[in-house]
């Protein structure tokens, strides 16, 4: 088989239809408008209500995705699902597979916090590199609400919900996936869980199984911000490296949506003035998965993404792990 060139031809997006701002955030826990603007840039999120599924949402942003890229759910050799919050555990992209009716696609979920879309477009990449695929459906969404810990003021403020996606095609006269370099850390792992806990259920006597559920985040706000700072811009750094390309050639930077002040270091360490700086966290929070799909999204409906444009962009969450894509946006 032929190696092949990547084009990433469409994107989509989709919210759930529950607003909830800052100020009314703060009737929940002990906080203002004031310190959660202040410190993370944050307004408002979309939250996801009981008959919201996390597949419908996915489902729509790869509508979405597939419409701007001119191909039928038909076409689809492969779709992922980038999340930490399946609707099941056993993975929910065999369900948007069915309802996007894609018959002939493989899907599966991956796995890695708000990583998870670069990580995706990088696997998803490589079935196209290799001459194996030719058009891809990468979701990345989450509905994170389910599992934060609404007491918990420290880390309620900064998440929301929601659904973004690309198409990754097969191009034998044009390559447009021009670096990547991802990276995990399992030593800090405690920083951010979601993690099973279980008691002991005695079956027989002396065999025991774990019987419980997963609990709500836990973040060591601090050790992650510091973690992101220092890494993304060396993994920034080196994708451009294997792209041969310098930091002024970069048209956006487009940065998981975690927080304002993390967006405005890293791009102050890489020297990226702020008008190439994709942020769209003041309306949606933290989304994880979803994050950079959605913002793509939202800039290149708006106009502001471009044809040809070249995109750093950048995940970095539990695990930890953390990752950086070079792309120029479109056919
Ligand atoms: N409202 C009011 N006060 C608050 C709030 C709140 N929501 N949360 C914390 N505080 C208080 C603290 O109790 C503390 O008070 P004290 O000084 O009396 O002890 C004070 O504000 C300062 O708290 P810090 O934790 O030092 O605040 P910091 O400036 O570090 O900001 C934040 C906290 C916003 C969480 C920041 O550390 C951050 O953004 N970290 C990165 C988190 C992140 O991006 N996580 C997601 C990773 S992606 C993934 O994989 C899911």
């Known amino acids: 088989m032929q190696n092949s060139g990547i084009l990433i031809t469409g994107s989509g997006s989709a919210t759930p239809g529950n607003y909830l701002d800052n100020q009314t955030l703060s009737q929940l826990v002990d906080t203002s408008d004031e310190w959660i603007t202040t410190r993370t840039g944050i307004k408002q999120r979309r939250l996801a209500a009981t008959g919201e599924s996390l597949t419908a949402l996915a489902t729509q942003a790869g509508r979405e995705a597939l419409e701007m890229a001119g191909i039928a759910a038909t076409d689809l050799d492969m779709i992922v699902l980038a999340t930490s919050t399946p609707d099941d555990l056993f993975g929910s992209a065999g369900k948007i597979q069915a309802e996007l009716g894609a018959n002939k696609a493989v899907a599966f979920d991956l796995t890695a916090a708000c990583s998870g879309f670069v990580f995706g477009l990088v696997t998803a990449a490589q079935f196209i590199r290799t001459g194996v695929y030719q058009n891809i459906l990468l979701i990345g969404a989450d509905i994170l609400s389910r599992w934060v810990d609404w007491e918990d003021r420290s880390s ?153 444009d070249i995109i750093a962009a950048s995940g970095f969450g539990a695990g930890l792990t953390w990752g950086a894509v070079i792309f120029q946006w479109g056919r």
């Open 156 to 308: 309620c403020v900064l998440f929301g919900d929601g659904a973004g996606a690309v198409v990754l095609q097969a191009s034998q006269q044009c390559d447009r996936l021009l670096g990547f370099e991802l990276k995990s850390d399992g030593t800090q792992n405690a920083c951010l869980n979601l993690a099973f806990q279980g008691a002991p259920r005695e079956l027989v006597p002396d065999v025991n199984v774990a019987k419980g559920t997963y609990h709500p985040i836990t973040m060591n706000g601090k050790e992650v911000y510091r973690f992101a700072v220092q890494k993304v811009p060396e993994v920034i750094d080196k994708a451009l490296f294997h792209a041969n390309l310098s930091v002024e050639q970069v048209d956006w930077l487009l940065l998981h949506q975690a927080n304002q002040r993390i967006l405005d270091a890293v791009a102050d360490r890489l020297n990226i003035p702020s008008h190439k700086v994709i942020s769209n966290l003041a309306q949606y929070g933290n989304t994880s998965a979803a994050s950079i799909p959605l913002a793509l999204d939202e800039a290149v409906r708006c106009g502001k993404i471009q044809s040809g």
